[in-house]
DNA sequence: CGACAATTACCTACTAGTAGGTAGAACATC
DNA sequence: GATGTTCTACCTACTAGTAGGTAATTGTCG
């Protein structure tokens, strides 16, 4: 076990913790349990808790884009893209894998978090509302997908829909709401000329 | 100063306090700088933080049960009844004095809440879909409003969604956001028969 | 190759400070 | 004088973070 598993292992424990409850819904103490070393340790590779936060939300949003990148490629309709985008979620709600976006889970917590923690959760939301506009925007001009407003409007509306659905989720303990909540994003979407 | 006012003094500075990071985003040492009072002397009131937790969301929601019955007392009209709910939230959001909803933000943390914080959040999911719910119906019948699907479903969609836009508002540190959201919901439901 | 320094990874032991919570005295008010 | 409220004083458990040390690995140079 060398030092790059250990400080993934430290990153993956501590982002399914923060999935759980956030910054503050978790310590030190809980990540040693689960990996296996001290609470000091954890120390050697992330000096401070801002550090390791904001280390994992780096990591975060860069599995984030390589999957938004990986769709890109492998789904060329629109539609589709937005079909895939919406399964992953409702898989990973599902099976409980990590049934919260972490980004989302922290910008709720926004006013207790450190700066530098902020900077990349808002990243994190300028980067998802970017693509969905392109999404959105390249879905319109095909004529596949019928937008209400403007591209951007839609896909702040899209996204915000989505964290609240996983919130709803949650909230009733069940993970079918998220589908009933956005099945209709994608119908309403659907060009009807 | 009698009790009344300081158990309510208590409950309105843990409000704002879970507001902005919720229930470990705070701690009896923030509330009683801002009451005045001891630390240990909160304890008479609320003998723990679940206690204390609990009846703050108690208290919030029969608030909002009557903030839902003036609205039905007073506005006719559903698709009003739903413009003037988004406009409450539009301008708590603005003014700051209240920029996210309690129930909301708690049921983020749900995996690390205590059972008894979790059922009263609960019940406030259910009691605000119901209630939308009702008004969807209300709004349906009498040929004002229009919808996609089941008016349970859109109401669910509705509540997500208000709830999205008061996550991006604070994720992007723009109240704007939350109108830029929420409006198009109005938009949408408003009949075009 | 072997010697030796530097680095990495983790440890034990500890710190100051904070968490929620308790016991009992003091004080006020009716 | 009884009741309700707040206080001081304290507790235990835990928080993030530090100090200093020990192996083991890695790099480097004669």
Redo the contacts with the bound molecule.
């Keep these: ?4 598993n ?2 993934d292992e430290i990153l993956r424990s501590a982002l399914s913790l923060i999935i759980a409850g956030g910054y503050n819904g ?5 990540i040693s349990k689960v990996v ?6 954890i ?3 992330f ?4 550090d390791l936060v904001r280390a994992l939300v780096v990591r975060y949003r860069e599995q984030a884009d390589a999957g938004i990148a990986a769709l890109e490629q492998n789904v060329p309709d629109p539609a589709d893209q937005l079909r895939a985008y919406l399964g992953y979620w409702q898989a990973c709600i599902a099976d409980e894998s990590a049934p919260f976006c972490a980004c989302a889970l922290l910008a709720t917590q926004i006013p207790v978090l450190p700066e530098e923690v902020v900077v990349e959760v808002r990243a994190h939301f300028r980067a998802l509302s970017s693509w969905l506009t392109s999404v959105l925007e390249r879905g319109e001009a095909q004529g596949s997908l019928h937008l209400a407003g403007p591209a951007k409007a839609e896909a702040e509306a899209f996204m915000a829909t989505v964290h609240g659905a996983m919130l709803s989720a949650r909230a009733y303990g069940d993970a079918e709401m998220f589908g009933v909540i956005t099945a209709p994003l994608l119908q309403r979407l659907a060009a009807r000329a």
Tied chains: 1, 2.
């Design positions: 076990m060398n030092a790059t250990t400080s978790f310590s030190y103490a809980d296996g070393i001290r609470n000091a340790s120390h050697h590779h000096p401070s808790k801002a």
